[in-house]
């Protein structure tokens, strides 16, 4: 028996509340524009059994447009550039603000006070054409999307706001002290696959993105020759140097955004068997992220070398954290630490750096 107009209009009403819990969950779980969009395209592709989906957006701040293209459920294409990547209906759609709609392809713009982008879906011969619910189903998630979006937007603009101040102190700082900066582009991708072995979520992990930068904010306030000293320090001199989280923690405080990072900087010399500095915390006492903060900065000054310690090649210096294991370092961190070593872009990073040390 054929379900009645009233099933249906359930049917469908179940179905784009379904899509549009799905486009917040993609959101939600974003880090990149490329996770974003792939996702986004993924739940067109599904949702109007598609053969080909494609999101082009404005991005006026980086590349005029990029565009994400999925194919018959392959892997998608991202491309970058300027107008020519929009086609001709899509040039149009994009100006007007109108939607374009036939039997085998619909194209909406994404509208969000102004025209974002504009999102198209196409069907093959061998699938059933486009109806006039697929049109109004379509209109109601670019809504949704350009919502969606335009949020994603805004968060990477505060985020680049947010990194430009910390590269900006963290270039004051290390032309105070050259020494003490940690070579961020490896520990990014170091970050990464940490993130996924320890399930830290994407706000630690953009903590430990600035901490990585700023952790010795504090040496600002040391004196000088000390942070260049080669010779062995003094019993007083050392106990100067264990100034430095305390007061790099002090200095940032007050920047709002950089708080949840303040934990790490201030812990990031504490030692797994309790005798580190400035608390003397222990094992799970110390956050989580000053445990991984504390791996990645000894591993960076024994690979690259400080004034006050010669640099070791990565073997020896893997084997110096394997030996501190369970007393300077959380035995866990290390192990998974020492895994992305391991990993290509790592390995390559390493290889040309350290030959240039
Ligand atoms: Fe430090």
Redesign the pocket.
């Known amino acids: 028996m054929p379900k009645s107009n009233y099933l249906l209009h359930i049917e469908r009403h179940k179905e784009i509340f379904d899509v549009i819990h799905a486009i917040y969950r993609i959101a939600n779980s974003a880090f990149t524009a490329k996770d974003l969009l792939s996702g986004l395209l993924r739940t067109m592709q599904n949702s109007f059994n598609a053969n080909h989906c494609s999101i082009v957006l404005s991005y006026p701040n980086r590349h005029p447009f990029i565009k994400f293209t999925l194919k018959n459920k392959r892997k998608y294409q991202l491309k970058k550039g300027g107008k020519s990547l929009l086609t001709k209906k899509e040039k149009e759609i994009f100006n007007s603000g109108r939607i374009y709609f036939t039997k085998k392809t619909i194209v909406v713009p994404l509208i969000f006070i102004n025209t974002l982008g504009v999102v198209t879906i196409k069907r093959g011969a061998s699938i059933h054409p486009f109806e006039e619910n697929d049109k109004q189903f379509l209109n109601i998630l670019a809504e949704e999307m350009a919502l969606v979006v335009r949020n994603f937007q805004l968060y990477e603009e505060q985020h680049r706001t947010i990194i430009g101040t910390v590269k900006a102190i963290t270039g004051f700082v290390n032309r105070y002290a050259p020494t ?1 900066s940690i070579h961020a582009e490896y520990i990014h991708k170091i970050l990464k696959e940490l993130g996924k072995r320890f399930r830290l979520t994407e706000s630690q992990l953009i903590s430990l993105e600035y901490a990585t930068l700023l ?2 904010t ?2 600002i306030e040391i004196p000088q020759d000390l942070l260049e000293k080669s010779d062995p320090l003094t019993k007083e001199e050392k106990e100067i140097i264990k100034k ?2 305390k007061k ?1 923690a002090e200095i940032l405080k007050n920047l709002q955004a950089l708080r949840p990072a303040i934990p790490i900087i201030l812990y ?2 504490e030692k797994y068997d309790g005798t580190g500095y400035p608390s003397g915390l222990r094992k799970k006492q110390i956050p989580l992220e000053a445990r991984i903060m504390s791996v990645i ?1 000894a591993f960076d000054a024994m690979v690259f070398g400080r004034p006050y310690k010669k640099s070791l090649n990565l073997e020896d210096a893997i084997k110096e954290l394997e030996k501190n294991k369970g007393t300077q370092f959380d035995p866990e961190i290390v192990d998974a630490f020492v895994k992305t070593l391991h990993s290509k872009e790592v390995k390559k990073y390493l290889k040309n750096k350290l030959k240039k040390v």
């Open positions: 003490s952790h010795d504090g040496k430095h989280p790099g990031h010399h900065d």
